[in-house]
């Protein structure tokens, strides 16, 4: 699998980050030397096997649907780079 | 006060009892040394007013002969990637700045429960991806042992700070060896428990199915104390085990140490690393204990496997910082688009970025099954073969790094040279198996090595005992 222009576009676009110019020849020649290095697991036969998706052997708990501690809206949004009393603020999404 | 040595937590808790140190003197001697002897830039952030506020509430706790917790006057430093309430936490990253808690992580609750000191805040890797601390956007952690040569990482500040006595024990988080490495580095104990054991309601998340929080120490009485107030069922999170925690270790006076062929024909074995790790096990030959070598086919699996998993669940993780919701945004945003692709783009390290493309690459349609279906095939054949190991041995020793600490910068260009640092450690992640590192001894230039048992699920009380036998 080599990587070219496209795969970065899509990959880059799916990630929401950008890669320019000297980046842009960074991360290609790092993906593909990630990639190589992983395709080592081709060489294992896993036919029948079954992926290993949980860790955790015990079945997992749900807690009682209860009312607790809840952060409180000021707490919540505080963290948030640019918000309200209520709400978090984005750029304007529509033009008139 | 001023030349106080720190040995173990259990002799710290007597000399506050007895009133020959206080809790507010402790602190104050820390805070200084913090602040002052910290060349290695292991500390982002001390927390003066909180620490000193918790030393006052225990000094009251003593003066009026109330009980007091099992780690009173443990002064503790936490890795930058733990909630601690009212305090900031960035995970070493600029997309977290300005970012303070809004809670506190299970494990640094039950810590301050039992009276410890939270100190500070510790550098590590740029969200705890990375084996040396080079990756941090507040600059890469020295190794208190030599300073031209790097910690470990990615809790590297975590290690150096208990190395250089700027805190008594940390914590750290272990996702491949973020612990045990840097605490090889650095001459100490380091504890990966296992999978499960240890709430992670609080720890920034890099792989879920990976991340564990663990102690790192001078000794392994300490890091089984810190273990055990730290472990079992926290209802915050769902992967937390119920399992009882103060189970009574194996009684056996003998132990099977397996140990893998492949480890002693490694080419990149330093022979110095080599010969520590013969003599260990002559000395388990010769104490009575068992040493069988067995052979382990997915030694050249376990690093291709691990890097696909975790950078796919650290892609998925990581699409939360967004320059909306926390953190940092862009100046340059415009539009929604914009703000994701710009704050993103600004806020997160090079390193960072390689993992979110190479997870998101594994994950994609088209790509899924033979990137992340098979390596999720892989770490089942590894598990398996891991349990299989553990049926006949009661522990499997291995060197817990190839080589000793290495200088600044040298593996700084080639991230695969950097993600093979962790050969030896992922396999207990990659099975969620509990591992301790404890020292073996040093280089002709006095650098640590050190030696990793790696134990049954769920029994880290046989793991202590045997780390304190041999």
Known sequence: MEVNDKTIDKLSDLSRLIFDGEERDNIKRDLDKM???????????????????????????????????????????KNGPSHDSDYFKVPKVLDK | MEDYTFTDLSKTREELLSGSVSAT?????????????????????????????????????IASGQPVGKLAGAIVGIKDNMCYQGHKVSAASKILEGFESVFTATAIQRLIDEDAIILGRL???????????ENSAFGPVKNPINEDLVPGGSSGGSAAAVAADLCM??????????????AAF?????????????????????????????????????????????AGRDAMDATSSSKSVHESPSTKEKFTFAYYDEVMNSPGLHPRTKELFIQKLDALRAAGHEVISTSFPYLDHLVPCYYVLTTAEASSNLGRYDGVHYGRRSEASEDIPTTYFNSRTEGF?????????????VLSSGYYDAYYSKGQKVRRLIKNATDEILKKADFIISPTTPHPAFKMGEKAND????????????????????????????????????????????????????????
């Open chain 1, 35 to 77: 990639l190589v290095f992983v395709d080592k697991l081709n060489s294992l036969d896993t036919d029948g096997v079954d992926p290993l998706v949980y860790m955790t052997e015990e079945t997992l708990q749900l807690r009682k649907d209860e009312v607790g501690k809840e952060l409180s809206p000021s707490e919540a949004l």
């Open chain 2, 25 to 61: 003197s402790l602190t104050n001697l820390y805070l200084k040394r913090a602040a002052e002897g910290d060349r290695f830039n292991a500390f982002l952030e001390v927390f003066h007013d909180s620490a000193l506020t918790a030393a006052k509430r225990l000094d009251d706790k």
């Open chain 2, 123 to 133: 550098n590590c890797d740029e969200f705890a991806m990375g084996s040396s601390n």
């Open chain 2, 169 to 182: 024990v940390s914590l750290g988080s272990d996702t491949g060896g973020s612990i045990r490495q840097p």
């Open chain 2, 186 to 230: 650095c001459g100490l104990v380091g504890v990966k428990p296992t999978y499960g054991r240890i709430s992670r309601c609080g720890l920034i998340a890099f792989a879920s199915s990976f991340d564990q929080i663990g102690p790192f120490t001078k000794s392994v009485h300490d890091a089984e104390l810190v273990y055990q107030v730290m």
């Open chain 2, 349 to 361: 390290g090079a390193e960072v970025k390689r993992r979110i493309m190479l997870g998101t690459f």
């Open chain 2, 415 to 470: 991230p695969i040279a950097l993600y093979l640092e962790d050969i030896f450690t992922v396999q207990a992640n990659l099975s969620g198996n509990p591992a301790i590192t404890i020292p073996m001894g040093t280089t002709d230039d006095g650098l640590p090595l050190g030696v990793q048992l790696f134990g049954r699920s769920f029994d880290e009380a046989t793991l202590f005992r045997a780390a304190s036998l041999i």
